[in-house]
């Protein structure tokens, strides 16, 4: 480092501050040397078109990195950042809850939106696929417009349709406002990251961006929370319109948008990232920025940094058309844009990028195959072993003969074979889980009938009558009616919906796993910094993929809900060392646009694993276990190929 001036020494004998000024000459010990790690120069200049792309530029682009990290180091953590944690950190939580939301929501919006199988299938898919398209727009638009500025953007997005999904009755317009929705959440962690980590120090830099996972992870908590206050409690509904009833689960999705809302209101008072404002050559909004943050941590105005000098390479990009009319420079600037960001993208395919860039797709891909697949599908797993002990008590009765009699009150989980009824009345009945099969039916009146689950198989109906009742046609699939009435059939969705489960068991064991999640968020934190994120991430993997292989020998639900507890530490323990890898391993002018296309092929690998579990579940629980169990380490073994992040610097 240059030496200190007399003047210089003087001002540090009576303990003061010399302001400094870091060039590119102040801020090397060697040439090329970057924080104490020989760095490849030439790597530092792609994204740069050609014209502009020189060995200056990029010893520019290492000095500007290099005075940044000595001038963010001065600022130091603070109440600014604290701040700036609590605002995006909310965004974040938004996201978590995004994913569980529709889950949480399903068991009664089937009733009132009427939904098959299929369309709960694309309802859970299609917050997916908005995030997909999410991630890629605003990651890259962060890149060029500001990491503030989209990020606001995209929260408004999804909190916009996220009330208005609340009060829409359709199925189509409802499924729009979920899509519309994860494109905009989608956002929020491509920007989340990149932005938090450009206003703290390399320290404990992965320290401080581990702990925003940790909000990550109480927006499922928090769901889960609401969910289980809200969801099963009738009275919480009320009437809208006379012909217009907003049910519980309406209440729940305006809710679960609290913390989108409380993230856009705190970022309003927060800054652009000064890395990012440097980036582009707004040198002296940087500046400002700096000092305010400062002030803000310090309580003095004694920052000592004036000046951090831009390279030519991005005062030209600030100086772009300067001189021409406010609308031919915002069509140049647009296109500028458009071209920087499809540039970008081409980039991180091409080397120095490409080999980090593959890896780290790939690990995304396995991390969120696995992690959604058994999230999501937990419950439905524990539900089928609920269901299967629940069949196993059944009451089988066999070649009976029943005539003249009455049944009233409830029948549940029971199955008759070979009987015959005879003048038999049906009145006032609930029937839960009953089969009537190869059985016949003379003279049978049921009156005021309800049904969940209850078919008659291969049995003959003759001179029945049905009244007040919702048997529709499909319940006799196999059966030959003859001289059979329906009359007043009951007007409502004509699809048979399971009601036996306990809202309040689920929402109750989302909840425990949800808050299982929290220390790994902790653990990672504490020893990020010491280990190295590429470490963690592949032990935790590994593990996860051994933890999954056990799964498919659980045969209770106290096992089932203990197992996915312990996945649950694990993968956030994983997520958070993959989510910083992924902030620090690209420079700044990438940094969003590559967690943008990670974070949207990690979406593709959340519906392909919701998908394979849901197809396969019904085939065999050990296929989608065994597949996630394989998934898990293939991502964990090949992240040990990715570079050490405990000493990368933010180029």
């Known amino acids: 480092m240059a030496e200190e001036t007399a003047e210089d020494l003087q001002l540090i004998e009576k303990g003061e501050s010399p302001l400094r000024t870091y060039s590119t000459e102040e801020v090397f010990d060697t040439p090329g040397e970057v924080g104490g790690e020989l760095r490849d120069a030439t790597s530092l200049g792609a994204g740069l078109p050609e014209e502009l792309t020189s060995t200056d530029d990029i010893s520019g682009d290492l000095a500007l990195a290099e005075a940044y990290e000595k001038a963010i180091d001065e600022v130091g953590f603070g109440k600014y950042q604290i701040g700036l944690y609590f605002a995006i950190g909310f965004g974040l939580m938004a996201d978590g809850a995004e994913i569980f939301i529709v889950g949480f929501i399903i068991p009664s919006a089937e009733r009132d939106l009427c939904l098959t199988d299929r369309q709960k299938g694309w309802l859970g898919g299609i917050v997916f696929v908005g995030m997909l398209i999410g991630a890629l727009i605003w990651g890259s638009l962060s890149d060029k417009l500001g990491r503030k500025k989209c990020l606001l953007t995209a929260l408004k997005v999804n909190a916009l349709f996220a009330i208005v999904s609340a009060f829409v009755r359709n199925y189509g317009l409802f499924l729009f406002c979920r899509l519309a929705c994860g494109i905009g959440i989608g956002g929020s962690i491509p920007i989340t990251f990149a932005y938090y980590c450009e206003f703290v120090a390399k320290g404990n830099r992965g320290a401080n961006v581990t702990w925003l996972l940790f909000l990550w992870t109480c927006g499922g908590v928090y769901v889960s929370l609401i969910g289980w206050a809200i969801i099963p409690r009738a009275d919480i509904s009320f009437m809208l319109t006379p012909h217009f009833e907003v049910h519980s689960w309406r209440v729940f999705v305006m809710l679960g ?44 105005d004694d920052f000592s940094v004036t000046e951090i000098k831009v390279s030519n390479v991005h005062q030209e990009f600030a100086d772009l058309n300067k001189d021409d009319s406010a609308i031919k420079r915002f069509a ?25 860039t593959v890896i780290l797709l790939v690990c995304w891909f396995c991390t969120s195959f696995g992690y959604y697949g058994l999230t999501l599908w937990f ?53 839960k889980h009953v089969t009537f099969e190869d059985s016949l039916f003379h003279r049978v009146d049921f009156s005021d009938v309800t049904s969940t689950r209850t078919y008659f198989l291969d049995s003959i109906l003759a001179d029945c009558v049905f009244n007040y009742t919702d048997f ?27 009601i036996d489960y306990n809202p309040y068991t689920v929402y109750f064991e989302s909840f425990i796993s949800s808050i299982c999640g929290l220390p790994g968020c902790v653990v990672t934190a504490l020893v990020i910094d010491k280990i190295g994120a590429t470490s963690i991430y592949a032990t935790f993997t590994i593990l996860c993929g ?69 197809n396969f579940l019904h085939v065999s629980r050990a296929i989608p276990v065994l597949l996630a169990a394989a998934v898990f380490t293939a991502g964990g073994l090949l992240a040990l190929k990715l570079p050490d992040t405990r000493k990368t610097m933010l180029v």
């Open 257 to 300: 948008s609290v913390p989108c809302i409380v993230a856009i209101v705190l970022l309003l008072f927060m800054e652009e990232s000064p890395r990012f404002l440097l980036e582009v050559g707004r040198h002296d909004e940087a500046m400002e920025i700096l000092r305010k943050v400062y002030r803000i941590n310090h309580g003095t």
């Open 332 to 356: 140049d600037r647009t296109i500028y844009n458009l071209k920087g960001t499809l540039r970008n993208f081409s980039e991180l395919m091409e080397p120095p990028f490409v080999t980090v």
């Open 379 to 431: 419950p439905e797993y524990i539900k089928r072993l609920e269901t299967t002990e629940y069949l196993k008590s059944a009451d089988e009765v066999t070649n009976c003969s029943l005539s003249s009699i009455t049944f009233t009150g409830r029948l549940e989980n029971k199955r008759y074979t070979k009987c015959n009824f005879t003048d038999v009345t049906f009145a006032e009945v609930a029937m």
């Open 472 to 498: 529709f046609l499909y319940k006799f699939d196999t059966s030959l009616l003859d001289n059979v009435k329906f009359y007043n059939m009951a007007k409502k969705c004509k699809i048979d919906f399971s």
């Open 546 to 614: 051994v933890g999954a292989f056990f799964i498919w020998w659980v045969d209770t639900e106290i096992s089932a809900v203990a197992l996915s507890c312990i996945i649950q530490f694990m993968s956030l323990c994983n997520w958070s060392a993959i989510d910083v890898a992924s902030t620090l391993l690209y420079p700044t002018s990438k940094r969003a646009t590559a967690f943008g296309l990670l974070s949207a092929f990690s979406r593709v690998g959340g519906v392909l694993g919701n998908v394979s579990f849901g």
